[in-house]
């Protein structure tokens, strides 16, 4: 039996939450579904903004105040300060603002987990052909189930990396990486000239771990909206620890980071997150992403959500071992919301993604490691999690 942990019963507050009707949803990692509160938030935006006139004096007022807050939200659930954050559209941005903003010189390296995300192995290989960057992948895939993450990336750095990339929660396993002890390893590796830096994809961790970013201080982590903070797609950002902040530069450059003069004129860069961003941008999506955030913490804090994933995830785990044909990839209890398992046999993964669909049941497959993945949220009840043990069950007994 697992218990809600605030006085809100979960039950009651699912409600807010429209999306979940008529289905049994298990894609938070890839969207989440939308509060009501959200929904509302975006089309009220818009109303208003029309309504008043767009680019108006007092409408432009109004967006330079909504956006403060949106930063002051975000940085509330991550244990930060407002200016240290940049409004992206998502992680991929994010990550190419950190990325394209380092001066890069010949000999550097990068070093990367083989989990990572084809966005950001793309990125990392231009960057290698444009400026000669050479990049070493290390193998935290292995790590899964036994061995120590922090002691891999360490037997890969050099004297001459300069960034380490990595994804807090692994987007294809489910495993969580000790981010404090491996950006503490990098700051204080000592065959270094200067602290190694980090980047970090935040895709899957925000929104459903608590993060401190006030206490760890990654160089950089990229976070996005949609997905755990259940907000609208385009909505995302990326923390700048400010011990680097004055280090990066921007690659995309607009209206909206820099200072001018009466005649308009650009004379200086804004000292806040501010200057990595650019110019207009949807921002009743940024409306909705705020009213997402306060709509969760209706429910709990960050770490009781957590607790509440971690417990139901747990419950998903356990069920599925006990079926024949199930292998679960990994052999301990999820550490977050996503769990992630193979098909014995004869059945093919997407198929059987197909035939849950067409149930009512949400998940996605993967290509590597070829598998189904599940994301248990805060929101999911108990029983949804037994009628989609039972749907796998039947579905794989032939």
Not at 58 to 74: C, D, M, S, V
Not at 80 to 100: F, M, R, S
Not at 122 to 143: M, N, Q
Request: aromatic fraction near 8%.
């Amino acid at each position: 039996m697992i218990n809600s942990l605030p006085k809100i019963a979960i039950e009651k507050h699912r409600e807010n939450f429209p999306g979940l009707a008529g289905k049994v949803y298990f894609n938070f990692g890839g969207q989440g579904t939308m509060p009501q509160s959200a929904l509302e938030a975006v089309i009220k935006t818009h109303q208003y903004i029309q309504q008043v006139g767009p680019f108006s004096l007092e409408i432009n007022a109004w967006i330079t105040r909504g956006l403060a807050e949106i930063r002051k939200a975000i940085a509330t659930e991550l244990n930060t300060t407002p200016n240290t954050i940049t409004l992206t559209e998502n992680v991929t941005a994010g990550c190419n603002i950190a990325l394209w903003g380092i001066s890069w010189q010949p000999g550097d390296s990068i070093l990367m987990t083989d989990c990572e995300h084809p966005g950001i192995i793309a990125t990392v290989g231009e960057i290698s052909r444009r400026f000669g960057v050479k990049v070493t992948v290390c193998p935290i895939l292995d790590t899964l189930n036994q061995g120590d993450p922090v002691a891999v990336i360490e037997q890969h750095l050099t004297s001459n990396t300069r960034l380490v990339v990595f994804s807090h929660l692994l987007w294809n396993t489910g495993q969580v990486l000790p981010l404090a002890e491996i950006v503490k390893l990098c700051h204080n590796y000592t065959e270094s000239a200067r602290p190694i830096q980090v980047l970090v994809d935040a895709a899957q961790a925000v929104g459903s771990l608590p993060v401190n970013l006030g206490e760890i201080k990654p160089d950089y982590y990229a976070f996005t909206g949609h997905k755990w903070l259940c907000g609208p797609a385009g909505v995302g950002g990326l923390y700048i620890s400010p011990d680097v902040f004055s280090q990066l530069q921007p690659t995309f450059i607009g209206l909206r980071g820099i200072y001018t003069d009466k005649q308009g004129q650009p004379q200086a860069w804004k000292e806040d997150g501010r200057k990595f961003e650019v110019s207009t941008s949807a921002y009743p999506e940024y409306e909705g992403l705020k009213a997402a955030i306060a709509t969760h913490q209706q429910w709990g804090n960050s770490l009781q959500r957590y607790q509440q994933i971690c417990q139901l995830s747990n419950y998903l785990w356990s069920n599925l071992s006990k079926i024949d044909k199930i292998h679960c990839l990994k052999n301990t209890p999820p550490e977050a919301g996503l769990v992630f398992f193979q098909v014995r046999g004869n059945i093919n993964h997407r198929d059987l993604v197909k035939t849950l669909e067409k149930q009512g049941f949400l998940l996605r497959t993967l290509a590597n490691p070829d598998c189904i993945r599940a994301c248990v949220h805060y929101l999911t009840l108990p029983e949804e999690i037994d009628r989609l043990v039972a749907a796998i069950k039947l579905s794989t007994s032939v």
